[in-house]
C-alpha cells in the first residue's frame, strides 16, 4: 500500500473532506484495506485500474495518525505562492499553542510534507 493522491470530491455530500487515495499492487490488500475502512465508515472509493487496485478514504483524525505514523513527513518552510501550487495540496491543519500546523502531499512527487505558521510570541 502506498499513498497515490490526495484530493476534494467535487460531487461528495461533505465536500470539504479531504480524501486520500492509496494504491496496492495485490487486490487481497486492496479488499481487506476496504474492510478496515468500511468498519470505520471512512471509505469513498475502490477501484481497478490498469492492474492496479485503489482505495480512497476520508481523511479523519485516525487516518492522520496512521499517515503520520506510517509514512515519511518533511519540515519544510513553504514559500506562499508554493503552498497553492497545484500538486502541492493542503490536507490537513492542527492548531497548536504557538500557531497551526499544516500538512502538505505533492501529487507529482508523492510526498508528504508539513510547514508550521508561528502566530508570533
Not at 20 to 38: H, K, P, R, S, V
Not at 65 to 84: G, V
Not at 109 to 120: W, Y
Request: aromatic share 18%; charged share 25%; with cysteine.
Amino acid at each position: 500500500m502506498k499513498p497515490y493522491q490526495i484530493y476534494y470530491f467535487r460531487n461528495d455530500p461533505q465536500p470539504q473532506r479531504p480524501i486520500i487515495l492509496y494504491e496496492f499492487d495485490t487486490n487481497n490488500g486492496a479488499i481487506q484495506f476496504c474492510n478496515e475502512c468500511d468498519r470505520k465508515h471512512t471509505r469513498q472509493t475502490a477501484f481497478e485500474s490498469d492492474g492496479k487496485y485503489y482505495v480512497g478514504e476520508y481523511i479523519t483524525k485516525d487516518t492522520m495518525r496512521f499517515i503520520t505514523s506510517h509514512f515519511k513527513i518533511a519540515e519544510q518552510y513553504l514559500h506562499p505562492e508554493l503552498a497553492n501550487a497545484k500538486n502541492n495540496i493542503c490536507f490537513w491543519i492542527e492548531q497548536e499553542a504557538y500557531g497551526d500546523r499544516q500538512y502538505f502531499f505533492d501529487n507529482e512527487t508523492k510526498q508528504f510534507s508539513t510547514e508550521f505558521n508561528s502566530i508570533g510570541d
